[in-house]
């Protein structure tokens, strides 16, 4: 089991920029996929980016393709969310999850562990 805590949401204006960071504690974090996901109100819950094991594959939405990065430190048991020229439509509740799987997935489904969320709004 391992446990997930989201940091760094906030309100940020249009074509700003963001840094979420989601800290791993209990297992072997190395041992786990990394995604991050975001819910907006009266919408399902989408996939935004992912990361393997190692942290040499990654996979991102089409809709933050080119502005969002995601990386991982197996050292410091970190996960991280890079998000540049924001748009009001990114605007959501942003998850952190992991998967005990080498491999990304887009499938919130295949996805062990959550952290709480944390808000980010971009005002226009």
């Known amino acids: 089991q391992v446990q997930l805590v989201e940091s760094g949401g906030g309100l940020v204006q249009a074509g700003g920029s963001l840094r979420l960071s989601c800290a791993a504690s209990g297992r072997t974090f190395s041992a786990y996929a990394m995604g991050w996901f975001r819910q907006a109100p009266g919408k399902e819950r989408e996939f935004v980016a992912a990361?393997?094991?190692?942290?040499?594959?990654?996979n991102y939405a089409d809709s933050v393709k080119g502005r969002f990065t995601i990386s991982r430190d197996n050292v410091k048991n970190t996960a991280a969310l890079q998000m540049n020229s924001l748009k009001p439509e990114d605007t959501a509740l942003y998850y952190c999850?992991?998967?005990?799987?080498?491999?990304?997935?887009?499938?919130?489904?295949?996805?062990?562990?959550w952290g709480q969320g944390i808000q980010v709004t971009v005002s226009s």
């Open positions: 990361i393997n094991r190692s942290g040499g594959g990654t």
């Open positions: 999850a992991a998967r005990p799987r080498w491999a990304v997935s887009t499938d919130p489904k295949e996805y062990d562990f």
